[in-house]
């Protein structure tokens, strides 16, 4: 028996349809609908004679889905420390002029569209080449 989220759960099942497999979730699927923007686990099983398979199938794809969300994480974190190093010295621009407990509320946001901004700077720089 497998155990997958809700947000994976159809990316799963049709994973496993597609190298053959014959998947059911233990649940009832009007339930699963019900719980979609929650974080619940559902159970999927296959038939006893595709176990083997399916657990050496559903291991490989736990693993790239560990590498691919480590290559993400690797990826936001410069653009992730470069914003926070920017709200800081913003913080003391605004605490040397006396403006920071006015312009407090303003710091995460910047340090957001900040962290946008280079999270997408690549994108940004391509779609401008385009035009």
């Known amino acids: 028996m497998y155990k997958a989220n809700t947000q994976s759960l159809q990316a799963v099942l049709g994973f496993l349809r597609k190298q053959g497999f014959n998947p059911a979730t233990l649940e009832n699927p009007s339930n699963i609908t019900a719980y979609r923007e929650s974080t619940c686990l559902i159970s999927i099983t296959v038939p006893r004679d595709e176990a083997p398979g399916a657990r050496s199938l559903l291991r490989k794809w736990d693993q790239a889905q560990e590498l691919e969300a480590g ?9 992730f420390l ?8 913003l913080a003391f621009i605004f605490l040397f002029f006396g403006i920071l407990s006015d312009a407090a509320a303003l710091l995460p946001v910047i340090g957001l569209v900040v962290f946008a901004l280079l999270a997408n700077a690549g994108k940004i720089n391509i779609n401008r080449k385009k035009t």
């Open 82 to 89: 470069c914003s926070v190093a920017i709200v800081v010295v």
């Open 71 to 79: 290559k993400m994480t690797s990826k936001l974190a410069g653009p």
